[in-house]
């Protein structure tokens, strides 16, 4: 049979698939060619440019543009092919959609770059995009681009997407139903934005998490913990709890009782707490807004002097120097002064009984 088949082939079928060959070899050739030279040249000099949208739309479509070349082979391949006919309706309905598959491809790509995009448009329109809606409109371009290619290639082949719509508005309670608690995440997303509590790259702390945010999606909120873990948390569950943004704080609280021995004298308790708070007046780390350094209480075993004020810097390493060199220096004030810091401690005292008492006087 096989042999018959290779029989039936005509001189001019087997120059037509020879050809046919060749082209898509050139192709593969070309293609090399065209992406080692001209694409990196253009790359090269995009690169050069003022801007860089032409540099993120080239790097983009690089693998697409390879694909398109041997698509493009391919289709003029087939006009010499004595097999398959160019203008077959199934042929022509593949080569489209390759062509529309290629296009969404490369727009995709150049959608997950568009978080640079969103920032380089405002910087050049003045305009100031906040840092947790970027990634919600990224994610956005990239559904809208992904639906409408979907809807185009459905329209393709002969389908009407209307009427597939349709059909997903019969079953669209159903669907609300299994995916309440996916609407519920949704609308946790879109107060997180809205009222905009922290965003991308602050720390932040709720009753059931603490740590850096490092991206905000449409269904939930990742953030890394100061145990360098990864907890992805539902934004539903995040919007509903009372949220304390730490990176917004524009000083730091240093809050302490310090206790000191009952032994110490009136003019010695004096001493040392103007000099503590002489020497928070005069360091620079500290804010000169609030500081408080009183004597507050008679403890059970000390005499408390309360310490209050706030550091000028928030960053957590420079913040626990600072609070270092303060405790230091208000030990020394106490060495220097004599006055020794309390540690809890009881006394007991014990009453002898009258009769004995008089026993031993008696004797």
Known sequence: M????????????YVNIAISIGIILVTFILRKLFIKYIFYLLLKLARKGKTDFLDYVLTAFEKPLRVLIIIIGVY???????YINQQNQLFDQIIRVSFIVVITWGLYNLSSSSSLLFMKISDSLNFEIDHIL??????????????????????????????????????????????????????GGVVIITEKPFSIGEWIQTPSIEGVVEDINFRSTIIRTFADSVIT????????????????????????HLGVEYGTTKIQLEKVIEQMRTYLEHNEDIHPDTIFVRFTDYNDSSLDIMLYFFTKTINWDEYLKIREDVNFKIMGILEEANVSVAFPSRSLYLEQDSHEQNYYSNE
């Open 76 to 82: 003029i391949a087939i006009d010499y092919f004595p």
């Open 2 to 13: 096989n042999w018959r088949f290779w029989e039936s082939i005509s001189y001019d079928d």
């Open 134 to 187: 970027i990634p919600f409109l990224s994610k956005a371009v990239r559904a809208i681009i992904v639906a409408i290619s979907f809807s185009v290639i459905v329209e393709e082949f002969g389908y009407k997407v209307s009427g597939f719509v349709a059909g997903l508005g019969l079953g669209g309670l159903a669907f609300a139903l299994a995916a309440q608690e996916v609407i519920k995440n949704l609308f």
């Open 233 to 256: 948390i539902p934004n539903a569950t995040l919007s509903n709890e009372p949220i304390t943004n730490w990176s917004q704080m524009g000083k730091r609280r240093i809050f302490f």
